[in-house]
Antibody, heavy 125, light 108 residues
């Protein structure tokens, strides 16, 4: 049973740095999957933040790219999110998730099949 | 365009059929994955790929795609289907994952 668990401070000061970790159990972070961060501001929709492969290859949402770093720790079987210069607009529930995808004959899908429970991060002065 | 567009709200009478749509150019290459999210919970996949439903998801949930529009159909809606539904795919140019804005389904 694959399980993901987010952890980190629930309160971050404006202009500070948000740091979260996602601990993975039931699967190896070095398996053939990508690992994602998704956030959801209170009362709003889901927003993809970025993803990482165990090799360290990353892909970030363009509007967040200058402030976001996702890293992987193979020894601890976890991956992390760091977001700098945060504002109140970064207040959200942050989820980590495992991606699964497949392409065949030019037809593809990708899904986030396993999610953490989410952790609320509030940015405030 | 690298966006996915959903109607903000859909309502359906108990036992009737609800259809939730998602529109975007990325759907011409990537099938939509559909998520159900209940208040205070993480999203759960209810349909993905061309014809796949995860184990444990009732067969009243089905999906389809035509051109740049994907649809999630709930046949015989039940009270417990009331939730927010999100579509998701990938932009093949940027490789970014995309989410629709979400549709709030109300079962009357």
């Amino acid at each position: 049973q694959v399980q993901l668990q987010e952890s980190g401070p629930g309160l971050v000061k404006i202009s500070g740095t948000l740091s979260l970790t996602c601990a993975v159990s039931g699967d190896s972070i070095s398996s053939s999957f990508w690992w994602s961060w998704v956030r959801q501001p209170p009362g709003k929709g889901l927003e993809w933040v970025g993803e990482i492969f165990h090799s360290g290859t990353t892909n970030y949402k363009s509007s967040l790219k200058s402030r976001v770093t996702i890293s992987v720790d193979k020894f601890k079987n976890q991956f992390s999110l760091e977001m700098t210069s945060v504002t109140a607009a970064d207040t959200a529930v942050y989820y980590c998730a495992r991606e699964e995808g497949h392409c065949s004959g030019g037809e593809c899908y990708v899904k986030l099949g396993y999610w953490g429970q989410g952790t609320l991060v509030t940015v405030s002065s | 365009s690298s966006e996915l567009t959903q109607d903000p709200a859909v309502s359906v009478a108990l036992g009737q059929t609800a259809r939730i749509t998602c529109q975007g150019d990325s759907l011409r290459r990537y099938y939509a994955t559909w998520y159900q999210q209940r208040p205070g919970q993480a999203p759960v996949v209810v349909f993905f790929d061309k014809t796949n439903r995860p184990s444990g998801i009732p067969d009243r949930f089905s999906g389809s795609t035509s051109g740049n529009t994907a649809s999630l159909t709930i046949t015989g809606a039940r009270a417990e289907d009331e939730a927010d539904y999100y579509c998701q795919s990938r932009d093949s140019t940027t490789n970014h994952l995309l989410f629709g804005g979400g549709t709030k389904l109300t079962v009357l």
